[in-house]
């Protein structure tokens, strides 16, 4: 692997995209101070200009170097989570290029925790902007099939670190305008926040908010039309499809519904840790399936679930018009 990290370095250096796994998803990373390079992240994806990308670092004692300023508040964060699944929107540094914050005046940075990508970084020496590694509005990689199945040739090299152990993406928090909000409930739910702040941190954004895609009512999407349906109304709802005859695929957790002939029953573990690993590899096993729909179990409405109930709202709403029963 020592000689994988110094070919990705050398791409790197080169100006080419470099895919590699984080503890969340895999992002798709290009040397942050070079813009020529990281425009090959916005063809690469298909992303629209202008949403700014995280700056992706070796170790928490580089903030400084990547953020113009500090609040007390986030340096508790990073202290408290770094490295791991918390990005901070802080105000940028001189010397960042326009096109890694989308010309806003903050810049998203975050420590990840995994030992390939501290790696990279390490032997990089410097920021690596990453985003995730898939196609604009598509489902997050959590695997590096996942990465070569959406972007191929598009990537110099992707480096193999098996499955994600987080499955998605970290929690976004913004301390650039006073009390801290967070911009996309992620692996790090509120209260682990509020219990090192002090405080409550604002979900969501004003209105001077910055640009999240990730916070696009529609992202995360799978192909097939998805809908999420409460615990409750799911055997209904299954049978409903039956007695349609649409090819439909349920994805559930544990045993809440009993076995319908005709339909695809895939059980999803009942934690929400076990459920956010799994969950993307499970949306695109089942959208290969290329049926009619995708009805998922809604999620619990608890802190824990947040995260996943985000996610699964807005792959219901990214996919497309469900032919509902
Ligand atoms: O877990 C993750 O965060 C993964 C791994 C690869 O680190 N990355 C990821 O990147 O999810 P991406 O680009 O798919 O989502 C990053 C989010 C976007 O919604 C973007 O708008 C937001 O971070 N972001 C980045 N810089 C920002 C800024 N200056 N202000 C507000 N939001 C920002
Ligand atoms: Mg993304």
Redesign the pocket.
Known sequence: MREEIARAVAALRAGELVAFP?E????LGADALDPVAVAKIFAAKRRPAG????V?LPAPGDLARWAARVPEEAMRLAQAFWPG?L?L?LE?AHGIPDIV??G?H???L?V?DHPLALALLAAFGSGIA????NRHGRI?PTTAQHVREELGDAVALILDGGACRIGI??T?V?CSRGSPAI??P??IAAGRIAAVLGVDPIEGASGAA??????LPAHYAPRTPLRLVQPEALSADISACIARHLRVAVLAREATVAMHSGVILRRAPGDASGYARDLYAQLRALDALGLDAIVVEAPPATPEWRAIDDRLARAAAGAPAPDAP
Request: no cysteine; glycine share 12%; hydrophobic share 30%.
């Open positions: 984080t969340t998803v895999y992002g949403h700014p990308l995280i992706h699944p990005t929107i940028r914050t989308g806003q903050t810049v998203g975050r990840p990453a985003p995730s590694a997050s993406e970290s976004i913004d911009l996309r992620g692996a910055p640009r999240v895609p990730g916070a």
